[in-house]
């Protein structure tokens, strides 16, 4: 069953509604050993819009998520950044070319704190002579600005992250992802295992990724979350892309029948 | 931990006013010397999540390396200092790269341990002993700083403080983060008061003891790398999620080798000194209690076993615990088992804090 709601999705080349893609994905493939993980997806991301990608376990969203983000590459296909090819070889090479994933787990060492956390990798030191010494006023002023940009709030940078609520250390990790600047952000499962209020904050947090211009790929399996934020909806099964919707344009139902490839409701 | 130290300092004066004379601290701190040299190591290997055994017999075998080439082999003191240190480090280079293939240190470092006692066997001349009584190389516990430097060298290090914190006070000023001349007057009273205080107690007999300094200057350095510079922010990030470490772009493997290198360093410093105050090296070297009190000693300073968490002082302040308990079961004429009970005592409250402050609970499943 494929659901084309969109006419223009079928030729990705159509430059969609804003200018040029941020990111772009063309029949790209990828199998492990005989196994069809993907099979000829294309995506495209724009500026300033949140593209929420699902499906049933096994349909090919991480794969997706890590070729995106330079864990492995594809086979055939070809991945376009800013409307230039792109080779995604490893996680620096994505970050480089403008790409951050935010893992589920996010990667965060709860031993750190806000500011080692979100600088880590990547700190502001000084020379070579002084043994590196981190320059922490610097990054402590830049961690508060860039904290504001997305109303994190925390009541100290200098607490270690572990007794930071969920929300707080969502918003750690996807602050940590725009230190560098990226053009695209990449979201696996942000709200799954927060309460409610958290849940909130951190499709706030999207939305305010959003109003930075930045293209966002979100991963969910929360059909709720999927209709808040998504301004459009990738949907995969089996490797393949399926199924296509904008904002307003699906029921929940279809949805799901598209993500199960179930023609019956009652086929969960 | 200074609470556990009052107290036990409290207790023992009680009993005896001459515990906390100028000379017996004095006697303390040259007793936890090599402990603090060897424990500032292993809480390198601590923080990145390892742990090691052999360090220990590791400074017998570099003390042995020391003592042949300068008192056997007549090699100026330096020459062997380095061949001492370069052992030491080469000893943990090769057991890093057995971590790193993937053995735990635990098993890799016992083994290590065990082929250490049978190589420092190689290492000592037929007799199993070097004496150093008399040559240049019992100068090195022996020397002593005269009260003058000493009291002119506390000045210089309470001025660099004092202006390193006005430094990062003026760096914060600069990006108008929130900054307070507190941050600078507390500590640095604090720092002026140890460190006079320290070399007041310890020049009433013959001048600052060498040993002192170089577990000083040993201390200073690594507060600075672990605490101010970009290797140390890493160092915490390995022990604490190595896998978010790996990710964030960092050499996880070779901050685990790191910090080995620097155990080994450690270790041989270690052994020097301890071989320059007992005026030999012999088959006993490094063995006895030594390992086991610097593990306890970084573990009651604070550091955990787990990884990411602890701090360069631990190692002062856990062979200072543990130090003044056997120094106080001696001053006392106590029989040795009590020590052995009160120092094994603390370690397990120690431990049982650490756990208690990582997880939350000595049990699982109770929050």
Redesign the interface.
């Known amino acids: 069953m494929t659901v084309d709601s969109e006419p223009q999705l079928s030729d990705p080349s159509d430059g969609g509604p804003h200018s040029t893609p941020l990111l772009e994905l063309r029949k790209v493939s990828k199998h492990f050993g005989g196994v069809r993980a993907l099979h000829e997806v294309d995506l495209t991301v724009h500026p300033g819009e949140v593209v929420a990608l699902v499906g049933d376990n096994g349909a090919g969203k991480s794969t997706l998520v890590k070729l995106v983000s330079g864990v492995e590459r594809p086979d055939t296909g070809e991945i376009r950044v800013r409307g230039q090819h792109a080779r995604l070889d490893s996680p620096r090479a994505a970050a480089e070319a403008g790409i951050r994933t935010i893992f589920q787990d996010l990667s965060l060492c709860d031993n750190l704190d806000a500011v080692q956390n979100l600088f880590l990798g990547q700190e502001r030191h000084g020379p070579v002579w002084s043994g590196r010494r981190v320059r922490r006023h610097v990054m402590e002023e830049q961690a508060r600005r860039v904290l504001e940009s997305l109303s994190v709030k925390l009541r100290s940078l200098n607490t270690p992250v572990v007794a930071l609520s969920g929300g707080q250390r969502q918003g750690i990790a996807i602050c940590r992802a725009l230190i560098s600047d990226p053009a695209v952000v990449i979201l696996d499962e942000p709200t799954a295992a927060l309460g409610v209020s958290q849940r909130g904050e951190v499709l706030d947090l999207i939305g305010r990724l959003r109003e930075q211009g930045r293209g966002v790929v979100v991963i969910s399996h929360d059909m709720r979350d999927v209709r808040q934020i998504a301004d459009r909806v990738v949907v995969l099964r089996l490797g393949t892309r399926v199924a296509e919707y904008r904002r307003g344009g699906y029921t929940p139902s279809e949805l799901v029948s598209a993500m199960t490839g179930a023609h019956e409701p009652s086929d969960d | 931990m200074l609470v556990v130290l009052a107290i036990i300092w409290a207790v023992f004066y009680s009993q005896s006013p001459a515990y906390l004379s100028f000379q017996n601290l004095t006697n303390l701190t040259l007793q936890i010397v090599t402990t603090a040299i060897l424990a500032l190591g292993v809480v390198f290997v601590l923080l990145v999540g390892e742990i090691d055994l052999s360090s220990a017999v590791l400074s017998g075998v570099c003390a042995a390396v020391a003592a042949g080439l300068t008192v056997n082999s007549g090699l100026p003191l330096p020459v062997g200092i380095a061949a001492a240190v370069a052992a030491g480090m080469a000893v943990m280079f090769v057991q890093a790269q057995a971590v790193m293939f993937g053995v735990p240190s635990l098993i890799v470092t016992l083994g290590g341990m065990v082929i250490l006692q049978g190589l420092i066997l190689v290492v000592l001349p037929p007799e199993f002993t070097i004496s150093v009584a008399g040559t240049p190389f019992a100068t090195i516990a022996s020397a002593a700083i005269p009260a003058g430097t000493s009291y002119a060298l506390a000045a210089v290090a309470t001025l660099a403080f004092v202006a390193y914190r006005l430094f ?1 006070y003026r ?2 000023l ?4 929130l900054a307070s001349l507190t941050t600078i007057i507390v500590p640095s009273a604090l720092v002026a008061a140890v460190l006079f205080g320290g070399v007041f107690t310890l020049t009433r007999q013959r001048g600052l003891p060498m040993p002192v300094l170089i577990v000083a200057v040993m201390l200073l350095i690594a507060w ?2 672990t605490t ?6 890493h160092l ?2 390995v ?3 190595r ?3 790996q ?4 050499p996880v493997r070779r901050m685990v080798l790191y910090s080995f290198l620097v155990l080994g360093a450690c270790a041989a410093v270690a052994g020097m000194v301890d071989a320059s105050r007992q005026l030999g090296v012999s088959v006993t070297s490094g063995s006895g209690p030594l390992m086991l009190n610097a593990i306890a000693a970084a573990v009651v300073g604070g550091t955990s076993l787990f990884g ?2 602890g701090s360069i002082w631990s190692a002062l302040l856990g062979a200072l615990v543990i130090g003044s308990i056997s120094n106080g079961v001696q001053l006392l004429g106590l029989s040795t088992e009590v020590q052995y009970f009160a120092t094994g005592s603390v370690l397990i409250i120690a431990v049982a804090v650490d756990v208690v402050l990582t997880r939350g609970a000595l049990l699982p499943g109770r929050r």
């Open positions: 990062q760096e914060r600069s990006t108008g983060s600075y790398v101010q510079t970009r290797y140390g922010i915490y990030a022990g604490g999620d896998e978010a470490a990710r964030a772009g960092i990411g968490r």
